[in-house]
């Protein structure tokens, strides 16, 4: 099987698909740069390339697996669906990293619009059976920081309920195909 990861090139805010090959036994370095919060964390450094959070660049990164190849996607928000992506902490985390990382920035400070903009395009997808949307009706007060186990452990749950839409759309799928 496939699968991807991307981050996003800290220099040019281009998007990188890194994938099994990119990846070793007990070396998470594109995990790390994939999920490398801008300000809050230096861009992470592989191969003397550094790399920001994937989701400055490809915040919904649904579109590579058509690209690739697939007939339907499942998509994992972290966010209810109709809760659109404001982008007040976005534009601050930009006007912090802009002087040295100016693209990244840029990046970051159109991330809600796309993002917003994907899941119009997923739910569109969707209606035609060619994507999933899985997304919390609550997030129980989680956020990307947030260190309450309590309300991990929630959150965790709920989406653990959650992910069992996506044997039922699997079957669907095989079912529509025969």
């Not at 697996?65 to 404001?86: H, M, N, Q, S, Y």
């Not at 007040?88 to 693209?103: F, H, N, R, T």
């Not at 186990?149 to 039922?168: P, V």
Request: proline share 4%.
């Amino acid at each position: 099987m496939e699968w991807y990861i991307v981050a996003t090139n800290a220099v040019s805010g281009e998007a990188v698909y890194f994938d099994k090959k990119d990846a070793a036994l007990d070396n998470y370095d594109i995990v790390k740069a994939s999920s490398c919060i801008p300000f809050i964390c230096k861009p992470y450094e592989i191969n003397h390339t550094l790399y920001f959070d994937g989701g400055l660049s490809d915040p919904i990164p649904y579109k590579k697996a058509f690209e690739k190849g697939c007939d339907a996607v499942v998509v994992i928000l972290t966010r209810p669906v109709d809760v659109p992506r404001v982008a007040k902490k976005d534009e601050l985390l930009a006007s912090l990293i802009k002087k040295d990382y100016p693209l990244a920035s840029e990046g970051l400070r159109q991330r809600a619009e796309r993002y917003n903009q994907c899941v119009d395009e997923l739910k569109e997808l969707e209606k035609q059976k060619k994507a999933l949307i899985i997304a919390p009706d609550d997030t129980c007060g989680v956020d990307t920081l947030k260190k309450d186990r309590q309300a991990l452990h929630d959150f965790y749950e709920k989406g653990y309920a959650d992910g069992q839409k996506i044997e039922q759309y699997i079957s669907m799928l095989k079912k529509d195909s025969q």
